[in-house]
């Protein structure tokens, strides 16, 4: 984060995570000029707005850590935040055995460079087409969409991403969407229980599987929008695992994902209150025509 003695850190955490949060206040406060702690009622779902004193908080800060049991990434109050300077990290869902191993203690600087150039790759790509052989026939198109790089150095005002960190992903067009999905790692925190999502003009318009039931009541708890076809993102981290934890799960290098809801907060139009994401194995991955990712494996790695 490149925290300076000139600068305020704030920790925004909740209940369940605030162990985690007490450690990143310790660790904040032997460099930073001030450290806040704030602890607020677990939000119901990810992409749910945290209070306006939060918010308000998050904007006066110079850094904002944020490790909660439902995710700050895609809402309004994080990009606000940014819009006024601060760096962010949002660590959603994050456990102490995270913190301890896997994509946490991965080389950054590595998994920078080859997220930036997958993140290339995507914005000069009309299109994307995702195939596995699970099932998944899947056409989205990005033209005039910028990628966002989730590289784990957030050093400049206004940078945000996850911590761990490690994936490229951009909002396809709204209505562009076609195909189904199947995803076959993790989604709603369940692993390797595959959840079948047909889409169509850019929505998911049915949804099978054995956590079907669970993932259509948090999108319908959000209003008709959460069925946007929000995001497509490829994992970059070499030392990320497929742990069942949705924020680790999606930076495993060898898959991609996609989002339903909320693509607000990075380029797309819908504010749906609601961002929930799920994890392909082994994907062929082609953009514009150009195979970058064959049976799982990246094709950029140089």
């Known amino acids: 984060m ?26 904040a406060g032997e460099v ?32 904002v850590l944020a490790p909660t049991t439902h995710s700050l990434t895609h809402t309004q109050a994080r990009m606000r935040a940014c819009e006024a300077g601060a760096r962010v990290a949002t660590m959603p869902m994050i456990t ?40 998944t026939r899947l056409r989205l198109d990005i033209s005039g969409r910028k990628a966002h790089p989730d590289t ?25 969407g076609e195909g189904v999905a199947i995803v076959d790692g993790s989604m709603v925190d369940v692993l390797r229980a595959p959840v ?15 956590p079907a039931r669970k993932l259509r009541s948090m999108l319908d708890g959000a209003g008709p929008k959460a069925y946007n076809l929000a995001e497509f993102g490829i994992g970059t981290n070499y030392a990320a695992r497929l742990i069942g934890n949705v924020l680790e799960d999606e930076k495993v290098l060898g898959t991609c994902h996609i989002a339903l809801g909320d693509n607000s ?16 194995l082994r ?14 494996k990246l094709m950029l790695q140089t």
């Open 2 to 27: 490149g925290v300076k003695p000139s600068e305020t850190v704030l920790v925004v955490t909740d209940g369940l995570r605030v162990k985690i949060a007490e450690a990143l206040t310790e660790a």
């Open 32 to 63: 930073a000029g001030e450290t806040l702690l704030m602890v607020m009622r677990e939000r119901r779902r990810h992409g749910e707005e945290p209070p306006k004193v939060v918010e308000r908080a998050m904007c006066a800060a110079d850094v």
């Open 96 to 135: 102490e055995s995270m913190m301890r191993r896997g994509a946490m203690l991965a080389n950054y600087k590595k998994v920078r460079t080859l997220t930036l150039k997958v993140a290339r790759m995507l914005n000069a790509a009309p299109s994307v087409k995702v195939e596995t052989r699970a099932g």
């Open 152 to 176: 784990g150095i957030y050093l400049n005002p206004g940078d945000f991403g996850n911590l761990p960190a490690g994936e490229a992903f951009i909002a396809p067009v709204e209505g562009s």
């Open 196 to 210: 079948k999502i047909e889409v169509l003009r850019g929505r998911a318009l049915r949804i099978t599987g054995k």
């Open 265 to 280: 907060t990075f380029g797309g139009r819908v504010k749906a209150g609601i961002h929930l994401d799920g994890i392909m």
């Open 283 to 296: 994907p062929t991955v082609k953009l514009d025509g150009k195979t970058i990712m064959r049976d799982g």
